[in-house]
């Protein structure tokens, strides 16, 4: 089966016409069932499929390397996997050595020699340099503490003022008392060892997560050797956020990375870091330490959804803390349908109410385009006044004050990797598996392909650093200025941002997201500064650090969005393999 379009020929594989297995569909609110898997997906562990649970074992590798002798890597990787029972890619699994059982003490470990080969290919396990983990700069003299993960693979300099998660948990920023790890993927091993030494075993750790069955079981197994790690439970899609306590206060972290080996290394991703948060003194109402952008309210209220005994303590913790600092807004989703005041509560309703509650008008704002990065995307009807041009530019385009307005001149702009972006990514195809875009999704709107634009990330070196990380802006005609800069776990799609239902008075969410928005306002600036110089990072400039090139370049007329489902094979990639799912 094929499908013309005027961006190429796409090949369907016989299999993508026949009916997945569905697969725990008690995984997921109800409403969530009829949208496809969004986003945290790797081709290598989880089959393509319609469900949005996406946990379902392969029955084939989608990648052919190209190896003379025996099997390859990725077909003897699949094979081990299988045995052990593990869920997780072949690239994700690192043999990790197990600290001691459960209520003794740890020993030190040995570090095996040997590594699992990787489809990643060669370089992605290489040791990182020395210098890699050096913090090149101080977290709290950031103005806007947003910063993007170190890449293995690029020039010292772009990782110069980047982050890695060995980082984040390390001294430098706080003594760690204890920590909460919301997430959708894990691998508990691997987490604990990203710990510095003097907490890695002894430090309390708190997994929530939304894992049932089998992979609940996995998780389970992962974690019994760790008496220091407690799983918690909720039928939530976790989104991605530390709470990390301290002897000297409090921090939260939001971020886009999963919590596994291939989400910290050659992938782009992005987070953002609290100030340290001291504690408020004793006797303090419950109104103190709140900031201006009402995050701690926002905060309390996302963490009471979970409706998890083992969060209540942490929610007393925040309370006890003095949050004023914060210049960033919570924008999140959970699923439902919602009426009335509820309905700015979440989606893009509620960046829609911010916007119109924090910012000003500009002169000729309607040429301010509007450019939207992520790494998937869902059904958004058979053409773009559906949803796409209609409610959800309504929103994005709000400046202030007043019913938002539609103008025909503003450009909307959609950055996601094209086929040549990902083949010649530093991690090659394997790449594609984290983004899950459907041959069956993108065959019902091939109108939403004159909006495509490049992932070109020259400013930041991670051009060839496939972007997990999902970013909303609204930019000045000539991109030297924004409105306002969104990151977010919430990818281009109706289930994560919310579509109006009965002429406008209900609005539903199908999913959960969790994400930060930035507003001039709270910086008492009128705009943000793009800075044209993010690496080395300075930290004297006032610019807003866009991880990717502004403006954002067009597809060429040969261009095609990568497809996850479908084979390439007319072209290896960077490690001389191709792409054939099964």
């Known amino acids: 089966m094929s499908k013309e379009s ?52 392969p029955e084939a590798s989608p990648l052919v390397e190209k190896y003379k002798d025996g099997p390859s890597p990725a077909a003897k990787r699949k094979r081990e996997s299988e045995e052990a ?44 340099p020395a210098d890699f983990f050096e913090t090149s700069f101080s977290a709290d003299s950031e103005v806007y503490r947003f910063y993007l993960n170190k890449v293995t693979g690029l020039e010292k300099k772009f990782n110069a003022g980047a982050i890695h ?31 510095p030494p003097e907490f890695r075993y002894y430090k309390p750790i708190t997994v929530v997560h939304g894992e049932k069955r089998e992979s609940k079981a996995r998780l389970v197994q992962q974690a019994q050797p760790y008496g220091h790690v407690r799983l918690s439970f909720t039928v939530l899609i976790c989104r991605k956020m530390m709470l990390l306590w301290y002897e000297e206060g409090f921090r939260v972290v939001i971020l886009t990375s999963n919590l596994i080996r291939a989400d910290w290394y050659q992938k782009t991703q992005g987070l953002w870091m609290s100030p340290l ?61 919602y009426v009335g005041p509820d309905m700015e509560k979440w989606g893009h309703l509620r960046l829609r109410k911010l916007l119109m509650d924090h910012t000003t008008p500009v002169q000729n704002e309607e040429k301010w385009p509007v450019v939207c990065q992520f790494s998937s995307i869902g059904s958004m009807g058979l053409d773009k006044t559906k949803w796409l041009a209609g409610e959800f530019q309504r929103t994005l385009t709000t400046l202030g004050k007043g019913r938002a307005a539609l103008s025909p001149e503003t450009q909307v702009m959609l950055v996601y990797p094209s086929v040549d972006n ?10 594609g598996g984290s983004l899950p875009y459907s041959i069956q999704t993108a065959q019902k709107q091939l109108w939403l392909h004159a909006y ?51 002429n406008n008075t209900q609005m539903m969410v199908r999913s959960y997201e969790l994400g930060v928005l930035y507003l001039p306002s709270a910086f008492k600036m009128s705009t943000f500064t793009v800075q044209k110089k993010v690496f080395p990072a300075d930290s004297s400039s006032s610019g807003f650090p866009v991880p990717f090139d502004l403006p954002p370049e067009r597809y060429s007329s040969k261009d095609q969005p990568w497809i996850w489902n479908i084979p390439y094979t007319q072209a290896p990639d960077t490690h001389g393999n191709v792409w054939v799912p099964s």
């Open 6 to 57: 005027q961006h190429g020929k796409w090949s369907l594989s016989s299999s993508d016409d026949e009916d997945v297995p569905a697969a725990r569909s008690d995984a997921v609110d109800e409403t969530a069932k009829s949208e496809p898997p969004e986003s945290d997906t790797f081709l290598n562990v989880f089959f393509p499929q319609s469900d949005p649970e996406p946990r379902v074992e």
């Open 85 to 128: 029972g593990w869920a997780l890619s072949s690239s994700d699994e690192d043999e990790t050595p197990r600290p001691g059982r459960r209520g003794t003490s740890p020993k030190r470990i040995k570090t095996e020699d040997a590594r699992p080969p990787s489809p990643h290919g060669r370089v992605y396990y290489i040791e990182e």
């Open 165 to 195: 998660i060995k980082e984040i948990l390390s001294p430098v920023f706080g003594t760690l008392k204890e920590s909460v790890q919301f997430n959708y993927c894990f691998d508990i091993p691997w987490m604990v060892e990203q710990y």
């Open 277 to 337: 948060y001291p504690r408020l003194p004793e006797g303090s109402p419950e109104t103190a330490g709140e900031s201006s952008t009402n995050f701690k309210h926002d905060l309390i209220e996302y963490l009471s959804a979970y409706r998890a005994p083992e969060l209540s303590e942490w929610i007393d913790r925040i309370k006890e803390h003095d949050l004023s600092e914060t210049r960033v807004y919570l924008i999140g989703s959970t699923p439902g349908r």
């Open 422 to 431: 990902v083949r010649t990514s530093l991690e090659g195809y394997p790449a």
């Open 452 to 502: 495509f634009h490049q992932w070109r990330a020259e400013t930041t070196g991670r051009s060839r650093a496939m972007p997990h990380i999902k970013t909303f802006m609204r930019a000045s005609p000539d991109f030297s200025q924004l409105a306002w800069f969104l990151i977010t776990s919430a990818n281009l799609s109706k289930a994560a941002w919310g579509a109006l239902e009965k």
